[in-house]
């Protein structure tokens, strides 16, 4: 026994522990337990990370992904219950009947992708997805061993100042940048992407090489080699493997390109037949992941980073850790390969032919263990992320308004209409009353924060910004000309909203001037917050409004002109949970 549960059997063992097939005490379905390495258990360090870590991965939702069932942080030897998934890994499957059909690949594409949507929008990166990480589940395919194992390195010293660990031939050419400053983002899940689609549908990884070191060299400075790849698949996937994390699509935007791309019959092929994976991705699609690129989630900058390849190189092939140790200094190779032209990047040529020269000079000696499927190689530690706020981190929903994305363009006839125009999400009325656009279907928790920037089109119009909304009833904060309200948006069905607390502006907003408008919601009150400065604090008095959607959309008061138009528009929103 461990805890709640019986063990019944060792699935495997990795890096970061040993795996259990298990059951709990007071149950019948079967879990998968992965119990921590003893070292590792009396680090109070680690056990905060590790709490942290869990506690994230428990928000990832189970859409084609194991799904974090439990956790004990406190136990004598900390143990994380996950859902056991009875299939083979993607890299059994191909080992042993070779690459997938069209139909299939595309459909792993898709589970994948979906996956990934739903990890990153749980501010989660998984930073090793690879073959063997990819159950081929009954009923769509299950992406494993996410978001916990990062944790396991912060303290431990498992992974050294000159190492790099992961698992080289899916590792984006950033994750050799070990420059601490360095952010890995959910980019690099992006490229893994690539590399586990391209080894699916050829048997070969897009820069397979004779050895690690020859396999980094290819990730840095060569094209991916993906002529046996099929299309529809091939153009979507080089897209992915971008040098530049900026350059790449995120997840979601993948997600949306492989449902509805340029092919629908290759989409339809790869569903047929399979509704639990149509599912997962509809929902994905509907209420996780980032609706904003890749390129935002990297940062501003498009700079590629600066390699800083450390005197040994420690990764993870297919089925070995290998660790190339450098013992001699490295040669002068100016002029041994020409550089790119600008600007493409300069800055890898030197350091790479540096390495190579380096390891065939001192002889690399290259020692194998081979490591079961589920395991968990140290990572590099870093615990940054693409963050949006300096307090709040990333947001759990960020979206530029300037075209469809988790915001929709709709029109209703008689009610009102809401399209993207001029870079923003226009909601509008012909007469005066309410009208929210279609948003993300996402069950939020009831404390959270909301941000927006809004822009009043015409006089008399309010945007509204709905929290907390379900059964269509919620709190709906109102931005005025002169006046900033919080209400409560009736049971009723008519939509008629009782204001709670009215906060008078010193300066009014002029209409066409963009406002930044922040709903700091917790407990029972909402801070409100305009352009960065505070204009007050109101009660939220119903016991009963708590998880909820949100919304934006157009609110002018009933005693305004009955003739409009009426216009509020909005862009940037994000939403922390």
């Not at 461990?2 to 059951?23: I, W």
């Not at 979601?252 to 994976?277: C, F, V």
């Not at 993870?316 to 002068?332: A, H, K, L, Q």
């Amino acid at each position: 026994m461990l805890g709640d549960y019986e063990l019944l059997g060792r699935l495997g063992e990795g890096g970061m522990g040993t795996v259990y097939l298990a059951r709990p005490k007071n149950g019948t379905a079967l879990v998968a337990v992965k119990v921590v390495r003893l070292d590792l258990a009396d680090d109070d360090e680690f056990r905060r990370r590790f709490r942290s870590e869990v506690e994230r991965a428990r928000q990832v939702p189970p859409f084609c992904t194991a799904e974090v069932l439990d956790a004990d942080p406190e136990h004598e030897q900390p143990y994380l219950v996950v859902e056991f998934v009875d299939g083979p890994t993607l890299a059994e499957v191909v080992e042993q009947r070779g690459p997938l059909t069209s139909a299939n690949l595309h459909s792993v594409a898709i589970g994948v992708a979906t996956a990934l949507t739903a990890i990153h929008g749980a501010g989660v990166i998984h930073r090793d997805l690879k073959p063997r990480n990819v159950l081929l589940a009954p009923g769509s395919p299950k992406v494993i061993d996410f978001g916990i194992a990062r944790a396991m390195t912060a303290t431990s010293g498992n992974t050294r100042p000159d190492q790099m660990v992961g698992t080289v031939a899916y590792m984006a050419p950033e994750r050799f940048d070990t420059d601490a400053g360095t952010p890995i983002t959910p980019a690099a899940d992006v490229f893994a992407w690539g590399s586990v689609v391209t080894y699916a549908g050829t048997g070969k990884t897009p820069f397979y090489a004779d050895s690690p070191a020859a396999t980094a060299a290819r990730i840095l400075t060569q094209p991916p080699r993906l002529h046996e790849l099929s299309r529809p698949l091939r153009g979507l996937v080089a897209h992915a493997l971008e040098k530049d994390p900026a350059n790449r699509p995120s997840a979601r935007e993948l997600l949306d390109l492989l449902i509805s791309g340029e092919r629908p019959a290759a989409t339809a092929a790869a569903l047929a037949g399979q509704p639990d994976l149509r599912a997962a991705a509809a929902e994905a699609q509907a209420v996780t992941g980032y609706a904003i690129p890749a390129r935002a989630m990297a940062g501003a900058t498009t700079t590629a980073p600066t390699l800083n390849i450390p005197p040994g190189l420690v990764g993870y092939d297919e089925n070995s850790i290998v660790t190339v140790p450098i013992s001699s200094p490295p040669m002068d190779t100016a002029g041994t390969a020409p550089e790119p032209p600008e600007p493409r990047r300069r800055w890898v040529f030197p350091l790479v032919l540096t390495l190579l020269t380096a390891v065939l000079v001192a002889g690399a000696t290259i020692v194998a263990m081979i490591m079961r499927a589920s395991d968990h190689p140290g990572r590099d530690g870093d615990t940054t992320q693409s963050v949006d706020d300096p307090v709040l981190g990333t947001p759990r929903i960020a979206d530029a308004l300037s075209g469809p994305g988790f915001w929709k363009a709709t029109d209703t006839a008689g009610q009102g209409r809401c399209e993207f125009r001029d870079g923003m999400l226009a909601a509008h009325r012909d007469t005066n009353g309410v009208y929210r656009c279609s948003g993300p279907s996402d069950e939020l928790p009831a404390n959270l924060t909301i941000e927006a920037t809004t822009r009043l089109e015409t006089a008399d119009s309010c945007a509204a910004i709905w929290f907390r909304f379900a059964d269509q009833h919620g709190y709906q904060a109102r931005i005025c000309e002169r006046n900033l309200y919080i209400g409560v948006h009736n049971r009723d069905g008519k939509g008629l909203v009782t204001t709670k607390r009215t906060f008078v502006l010193k300066d009014p907003i002029p209409l066409g001037t963009p406002t930044r408008i922040r709903l700091g919601v917790l407990g029972d009150t909402v801070t409100v917050t305009r352009d960065g400065a505070e204009v007050g604090v109101a009660q939220l008095t119903e016991p009963d409004f708590g998880v909820g959607k949100a919304y934006l959309g157009i609110f002018c008061e009933r005693d305004a002109p009955a003739a409009g138009p009426y216009q509020a528009s909005f862009s940037d929103v994000r939403i922390w949970a």
